[in-house]
Structure formats: C-alpha cells, structure tokens
C-alpha cells in the first residue's frame, strides 16, 4: 500500500461543484489500485459553499480577499447557512468520494464539516476513510476546534470515539489538525502504527 498524502491548491473557482469534483477526480486519476489518498482538513468545504451558492444565487468575486475572520457573533448565521445545505452537503460529498474510491480502486480519507442528525443536527470537522469498494468504513471527528470553527458554529467531537481503525493489517490513527498536538488525544491512538494527520492551515 502507497500512502500519498495531497496538498490541495483551492480557488474560487473551485466554488463552482463541477469544476471542484474534476479537480479532485484529477487526483484520483494519477493513483494506482491500492493506494491510499489522504486529503487535507477542509477537502469538502467548497462543496459546502457551492451548494450555498447554488441554493442562495451568490455571485462570486474572484479578485475579492478572503473577508474579515468571522467572529463568535457569527456562529450562529454560519451555522444556519451550512445546515440549510446539510442534506444536499452530506449526500454529495459521500457518494462523490465514495464513488471515486470505487471507479479508482483506491482507499481515501477526506474531511468535511457535515452534519448529523435531524431532531438534533450537529456539524463536526469528520474524517471519513473509504475502501476500494467506496464504502466508509472508520470516520473520526475533530476534538479540539480551533477560534475559526468554533466561530462558525462547529461541534467538538467526543475523545470516547477516538481510536485506531485498521486497513490491510495495518493499524492506523487519525488526528485531524489541534488534535495531534493533544497528549490526551494522541494517547488513545497508541496502538497504531501510523497516526495520519490531515490539515488545513492558511499560513503555510
């Protein structure tokens, strides 16, 4: 198994949801059967935002700057807007990724702020792993959020659910973003030999 870690360059115009899953599928093209592609922090966000665009006719500027940093004021507009998109969100993310894990015969992890449930929605940062049959077989959500998520009305996760999964015999852990650097956190992922750490950090 190859383990090939993506670094993903995203733009406005990867708001547009057809011309994001042809850049993402671009990357499942290069992939040999087998591998294993792991996806940074945030890989499903622009579908998030597209199908805001998309629900709500937003124009998008391409020249415009990334805006102010939301504030905690703010949590709870952000977290109308995603959950008024929430089912359209979940649908295509997981059945996008899924079906690009069984066209390409590939295993995947990748990221998105999805929500769960009905009654009670909630929104967490998830990673979820797919095999080569397109199935989500592990998922692990974030624990500890950063300003910006908490900001926009991001749900922490539970450290009960954190622990290894296993592919191919091996023993892997995930700890997505602040997560790594938490003893607490990456001491519950002792068993694994490889601890698998996607991240989103617009400073690098």
């Known amino acids: 198994m190859r383990i090939l870690a993506v ?3 995203i733009g406005s115009r990867d708001l547009n949801l057809n011309t994001y899953r ?3 599928e ?3 093209r290069r992939s040999q059967p087998g591998d294993f592609l792991i ?6 966000l622009p579908m998030s935002l597209g199908h805001v665009i998309d629900k709500f006719g937003i124009e998008i500027d391409e020249t415009a700057d990334g805006g102010e940093f939301p504030k905690s004021s703010d949590a709870g507009t952000f977290r109308s807007i995603f959950l008024s998109v929430g089912e359209e969100t979940r649908n295509s993310f997981l059945s996008f990724f899924s079906e690009m894990s069984r066209k ?3 295993y995947a992890l990748a990221c998105g702020n ?3 449930g009905t009654k009670t929605p909630r929104i967490y940062n998830t990673a979820y792993v797919f095999d080569t049959m397109g199935n989500v077989v592990f998922k692990q959500r974030k624990v500890y959020l950063t300003d910006l998520e908490r900001n926009i009305g991001i749900d922490s996760g539970s450290m009960d659910d954190v622990r290894p999964f296993q592919l191919e015999g091996i023993k892997f852990g995930i700890a997505i973003s602040l997560d790594a650097f938490m003893p607490d956190y990456i001491s519950r992922l002792y068993e694994s030999r490889i601890i698998l750490q996607p991240d989103a950090n617009d400073v690098k």
């Open 7 to 9: 670094q993903l360059k």
């Open 22 to 24: 042809y850049h993402i």
């Open 26 to 28: 671009d990357i499942f």
């Open 39 to 44: 996806f940074p922090e945030e890989t499903g």
């Open 104 to 106: 390409y015969q590939v």
């Open 114 to 116: 999805i929500p769960e």
